[in-house]
């Protein structure tokens, strides 16, 4: 895919970062997943979509060999259970961080790198380099030194992906990561993630309930509803075929100047997303992030309005601002 | 000078081997709680402290009627009980205060009981003041060379886990997906919280052991911004009371109202909740000004920003599409 062509040719687009084959998982006598599998190959960046409870956090875990599979294979570079190998950079979600912790971002982001050792941590120049080079790549300086309790989300956010990264692993989870952030800070976080992964060669699977803002950094989507999952570009994955019969019940997807809406229900006015903010995001004249197949995102959109199931997925996430003038700077000229 | 010294150090101070004793086990024991305490408040385990402690009773109230070091007794149900509470399941944050809560109950409850044994079947009347309120001027130096080993044990396991300790104190997702074994580094945890309170026990008493794992440790983690750093100033401030404690104790022979003495556990607790006082006071948060210097910059981090910045100045990431 895109990735792949912009990537050294070291990276053999045949060798797998993830493989995931016929995996299910029950958890507590209820099938969290049923017969899952997909494939993520060298440097993709791959958006994890589904509704609160579709088995998002679950297939992570799983993943990161914390969850047994009930049935079937995940082999992260061909290696079975490879979390413990530094194959796999984790992101988890929503990561309550006390400001009354003595723990500064720098402390955090080192812990990625040693956290695992026993002993006390020696300070070395090496390592403080590293830490020093990884927090200038998710430009995290200037708050290097400051207790990561009382940082911002996003903040925080640009911290657990240098603490994720910076054991250079292959393949990078995250676990809801723009929850809780405006949409100027998920659009930076995003950003960020493509930039610094691409730099980096590694593969990214990060899990929203909301996929439009990840429209424009991602190569495929895998789509979970009901425990089961359809993978591919979004242009194949989210049409109204394939995702009725993923929710096993009827559901409409609408594309709106580039945004896509899922819609579910049979339209008694629940269903309609009341999204308020959506307004002021219009979408920018640029063209497609050179992954010019998928409609979807022939659009470097801003903003949201996915709805799925009845009416209740967007109701927590506050009015995003408006931010007039400001897109097209934001987006730059993605080609 | 000397006029000064005699006034903090009451005559005979260095000479006394009760003193010299109690400097060096409360000391000991200082030192430990400290250390290990600020692991105890950095992973919001103050009431598991407070629980170990309270049924180290039922060990120093068991050992007298063995006839056997308060140490022991005190150490072996600290040990005992905080293998249970791992067992009936504080990893999980509703678990917690319910393990631990059963456990201290169950330990107190037989606590009454050899209490009771121990004023009325044996010659140790004092034993339930002793193991309540401790012994610091009164202790055997046969228990010097066991202070020394638990205390040992305590600041090993600190050492040793210290960066898996603190990852999975941070969060216990990051730390499993790290590999770290989690449950086995809280339950590593807890046996040093366990020993530690065991050695305040025989200093401060039960009752005031908690006041020296969770006080130090309150402080230096309200002025540090490190984690070494904070382990390292609650060990420091832990000593610092307990001797500033020791030398008050000593000089409050010729006190008011009986001149025989006030006891060396007051002291520290009071130093140390002035301590803890003074540093909620005198609020030097460490990054409190540093915050509020960076808001004020202009420079709004992610989610607190209220006013919205132009998106191309806050966005350093905007050129990323371009790369691919």
Known sequence: ?335 | MTWLLHLLFAPGFFSSAPVRLALLTGGVAALVSGAVGAFTVLRGQSYAGHALADISVTGGSGSYLLGISPLLGFAGTGVLAAGVMDMIGIRRPRGRDLATGIVRGAGLGIAALLLYWDTTHTAAAGAAVTILFGSMFTLSPTVVPLVIACGAVALAIVVVLYRPLLLSSVSADLAAARGIRVRAVGLACLLAIALAVSLSALTVGTILSTALLVGPAAIALRITRRPGLATVTAALIGVAVTWVGIVLAYDSFTWPPQHDGWPVSFFVVALTFTGYLLAQLTGRRPDRGRGSARRAAGRPGGQSAREPAPLAAATPGTSAPAGR
């Open chain 1, 1 to 335: 895919m895109t990735m792949t062509s912009a990537t050294p040719a070291v990276l053999d687009r045949a060798a797998d970062v993830l493989a995931v084959d016929g995996l299910s998982v029950r958890l507590g006598g209820r099938d969290v997943l049923r017969d899952v599998g997909f494939r993520i190959g060298a440097g993709e960046f791959v958006g994890l979509i589904g509704s609160n409870g579709a088995g998002k956090t679950t297939l992570l875990k799983v993943i990161l060999g914390l969850v047994a599979p009930t049935a079937g294979t995940v082999s992260v570079c061909g290696q079975p259970r490879a979390a413990r190998k530094g194959l796999v950079g984790y992101v988890p979600q929503k990561i309550q961080l006390d400001p009354d912790m003595p723990v500064r971002a720098r402390d955090l982001v080192g812990l990625g790198l040693d956290g695992h050792r026993f002993g006390l941590p020696l300070p070395g120049r090496g390592k403080r380099q590293q830490v020093d080079e990884m927090l200038r790549a998710v430009d995290a300086e200037r708050f290097a030194d400051e207790r990561v309790g009382n940082l911002s989300g996003g903040e925080q956010q640009r911290v657990m992906i240098a603490h994720a990264l910076i054991s250079s692993p292959r393949l990078l989870l995250l676990d809801e990561p723009l929850a809780n952030l405006d949409l100027r800070s998920a659009q930076e976080i995003i950003a960020l993630l493509a930039r610094v992964c691409a730099q980096r060669g590694v593969s990214v699977l990060i899990s929203a309930h909301e996929m439009n803002p990840l429209l424009p950094v991602m190569d495929s989507v895998v789509y979970l509803a009901g425990g089961r999952a359809a993978s591919g570009t979004t242009a194949e994955v989210v049409r109204s075929e394939v995702l009725s019969e993923l929710y096993g019940h009827h559901v409409d997807v609408i594309r709106v100047h580039g945004r896509i809406l899922v819609v579910a229900g049979t339209g008694d006015g629940l269903d309609i997303p009341a999204e308020s903010g959506a307004a002021a995001c219009s979408p920018t004249s640029g063209q497609s992030p050179a992954a010019g197949e998928s409609v979807a995102s022939g659009y470097p959109l801003g903003e949201l309005g996915e709805q799925v199931g009845h009416g209740q997925s967007l109701s927590h996430e506050p009015p995003p601002e408006p931010v007039p003038g400001a897109l097209p700077g934001a987006q730059g000229d993605p080609s």
